[in-house]
T-cell receptor
């Protein structure tokens, strides 16, 4: 597609349930980032994928959080046993590392509400 | 560890004014710096990207400058309009093989008609 696509755009879940968020990056972009943005807060880095290299998971807040990406395609962020503190907008970005840019392009985000 | 600071946190100006937003970073070993805008409830929209070897970039009424040695960037907005109201964020990518991106906390701009 033309831009970064994220789904679902909104998700309301009950505490303790698992959720899966999806990010479809711009075709050909080798790098993919996940960020979390709580209400009124800045962007919090979660995880970074670069091609087939081992991902940087240093930003994942707990072992309830995990993410996968196969090659340079879709990524999924999974949150297990959700807590109310997980309520936030989860933003995905992709970039073309090679050549001129490294410019980040963001999706519209997935808004997660944990009741 | 890279730290990015944006001052002011909020800014309110009358329509038509020229304004400057500031971004500072602690580690000058960067690959590039990017300015974004974020509208309420939306994702981030890229405005300008400056490579570490560049001093400035321009797009329409926007001009971004970079002084890597002093760890500073400014975003200049000319002839501000109410549609410019948004939160503006800067982000720096670390140099080297792995481009970790660090974001500032943003400047919330309100342009009053």
């Amino acid at each position: 597609g033309a831009g970064v696509s994220q789904s679902p755009s909104n998700k309301v879940t009950e505490k303790g349930k698992d959720v899966e968020l999806r990010c479809d990056p711009i075709s050909g972009h080798t790098a993919l980032y996940w960020y979390r943005q709580r209400l009124g807060q800045g962007l919090e880095f979660l995880i970074y994928f670069q091609g087939n290299s081992a991902p940087d998971k240093s930003g994942l807040p707990s072992d309830r959080f995990s993410a996968e990406r196969t090659g340079e395609s879709v990524s999924t962020l999974t949150i297990q046993r959700t807590q109310q503190e997980d309520s936030a907008v989860y933003l995905c970005a992709s970039s073309l590392i090679a050549g001129y840019l490294g410019e980040l392009f963001f999706g519209e985000g997935s808004r997660l509400t944990v009741l | 560890k890279q730290e990015v600071t944006q001052i002011p946190a909020a800014l309110s100006v009358p329509e038509g004014e020229n304004l400057v937003l500031n971004c500072s970073f602690t580690d000058s070993a960067i690959y590039n710096l990017q300015w974004f805008r974020q509208d309420p409830g939306k994702g981030l929209t890229s405005l300008l990207l400056i490579q570490s070897s560049q001093r400035e970039q321009t797009s329409g009424r926007l001009n971004a400058s970079l002084d890597k040695s002093s760890g500073r960037s400014t975003l200049y907005i000319a002839a501000s309009q109410p549609g410019d109201s948004a939160t503006y964020l800067c982000a720096v990518s670390d140099s080297g093989g792995y481009q970790k991106v660090t974001f500032g906390t943003g400047t919330k701009l309100q342009v009053i008609p």
